[in-house]
């Protein structure tokens, strides 16, 4: 037991002692879906890496698999800058490029997805280490749907979209 005490409280210093170059972000729905809603868009699991002062590197991973019916894999790698500071708030802009991968099984049609998505991101810092933020954006959307159901009649097609994305999403962020 004391092992384990000395052990948290060397990573603790060890965190303390470092410059936060790193933040691991998680839809607040998929930790406290009660209090927070979000699409099936949404991307659960993001990653920042700082490489300049107002610069950061990101991606962002998003996995759905219901049995029997649909399987989702999507990626979202991307660039912000800081252009605003105060002592509690943080805003940057910034741009990502989605490219999601959707089999339905129910349907037999997959689905290709690549996005552009310029953004704007508030952050709120609650402390050295956690942080609230959300990222709403405008997208431009290409969508390629393969109809793989052996029909006489072949339902592949593209689509084309934009719009306003992940109003209302909550990320919560861990920073180190």
Not at 30 to 36: K, L
Not at 37 to 59: C, D, F, H, V
Not at 137 to 158: A, R, Y
Request: glycine fraction near 6%.
């Amino acid at each position: 037991m004391n092992k384990i005490c000395i052990y948290i409280l060397l990573f603790s210093v060890f965190i303390n002692a470092q410059n936060h170059k790193n933040q691991i972000s998680l839809n607040a729905d998929d930790i406290i879906p009660a209090f927070f809603s979000s699409n099936a868009s949404a991307y659960n699991l993001g990653y920042r890496r700082q490489i300049k002062e107002n610069k950061n590197l990101r991606i962002g991973l998003k996995y759905f698999q219901e049995s029997e019916n649909e399987f989702t894999l999507g990626i979202k790698p991307g660039i912000d800058f800081a252009f605003n500071n105060s002592k509690k708030w943080i805003f940057y802009y910034g741009v990502d490029l989605a490219l999601n991968y959707t089999d339905n099984l129910q349907s037999e049609r997959i689905y290709y997805e690549a996005a552009l998505i310029p953004f704007f991101r508030a952050e709120y810092v609650i402390s050295d280490h956690f942080s609230i933020s959300t990222e709403p954006g405008l997208f431009l959307k290409l969508l390629t749907i393969q109809d793989n159901d052996n029909s006489p009649i072949n339902n592949s097609n593209s689509i084309v979209s934009s719009g306003i994305g992940d109003l209302g999403i909550i990320n919560i962020n861990f920073s180190f």
